[in-house]
Antibody, heavy 123, light 107 residues
Framework: QLQLQESGPGLVKPSETLSLTCTVSGGSISGGNYYWGWVRQPPGRGLEFIGS???????TYNPSLKSRVSISLDTSKTQFSLKLKSVTAADTALYFC???????????????WGRGTLVTVSS | DIQMTQSPSSLSASVGDRVTISCRAS??????LNWYQQKPGEAPKILVYAASRLHSGVPLRFSGSGSGTDFTLTISSLQREDFATYYCQQSYSSSQTFGLGTKVEMK
């Protein structure tokens, strides 16, 4: 059974770079109709799409974060990563990694999620 | 960006009630609309994709409808485990957006 697990520092200083890794166990991240993405949720608030990546390296980013975000993947390690630079307190959130299913002729949707990791931006 | 507006932002209901949640897109998104359920301390779970298609394993009391700009999630008979927050999401544009959520609370 495929599982996703986020890892990375829980505390990041303002102006520094937030780096998180999602490890996928129980399967491959290569091929198929799947993208691999990141979604965040500020405390007590709603969900925000950060971006996603296809196994060949094609990326899609939220325009509001595009200048600061980078998503990459390592198929040999079945991991994909998020980097968000120049963080501020507004980037404090629960960060989820998730698999995005893309069935032919239908909408893409996130069908498998990690448990999330809280990242606090503070000095 | 396509804006997604959910209503109501919260509602109180009892077990057995029929519950309806609305989601409106700022422009037409065809049926590129998904619904998620999130409970406190947990990740969201997909309920409905492509506006009306029930994801595998989701109880039949959940249903989705709509196309274009107006969508609805219906719970035909609310169960105790359904008290949660529900989010709609559009994936019509590459920059996906979520609604702000509807919290379903116990009356």
């Amino acid at each position: 059974q495929l599982q996703l697990q986020e890892s990375g520092p829980g505390l990041v200083k303002p102006s520094e770079t937030l780096s998180l890794t999602c490890t996928v166990s129980g399967g491959s991240i290569s091929g198929g109709n799947y993208y691999w993405g990141w979604v965040r949720q500020p405390p007590g608030r709603g969900l925000e799409f950060i971006g996603s990546i296809y196994y060949i390296g094609t990326t899609t980013y939220n325009p509001s974060l595009k200048s600061r975000v980078s998503i990459s993947l390592d198929t040999s390690k079945t991991q994909f990563s998020l980097k968000l630079k120049s963080v501020t307190a507004a980037d404090t959130a629960l960060y989820f990694c998730a698999r995005e299913s893309s069935p032919p002729d239908y909408t893409k949707y996130f069908d498998l999620w990690g448990r999330g990791t809280l990242v606090t931006v503070s000095s | 960006d396509i804006q997604m507006t959910q209503s109501p932002s919260s509602l109180s209901a009892s077990v057995g009630d029929r519950v309806t949640i609305s989601c409106r897109a700022s422009e037409s998104i065809s049926t590129y609309l998904n619904w998620y359920q999130q409970k406190p301390g947990e990740a969201p779970k997909i309920l409905v994709y492509a506006a009306s298609r029930l994801h595998s394993g989701v109880p039949l009391r959940f249903s989705g409808s709509g196309s274009g700009t107006d969508f609805t999630l219906t719970i035909s008979s609310l169960q105790r485990e359904d008290f949660a927050t529900y989010y709609c999401q559009q994936s019509y544009s590459s920059s996906q957006t979520f609604g702000l959520g509807t919290k379903v609370e116990m009356k």
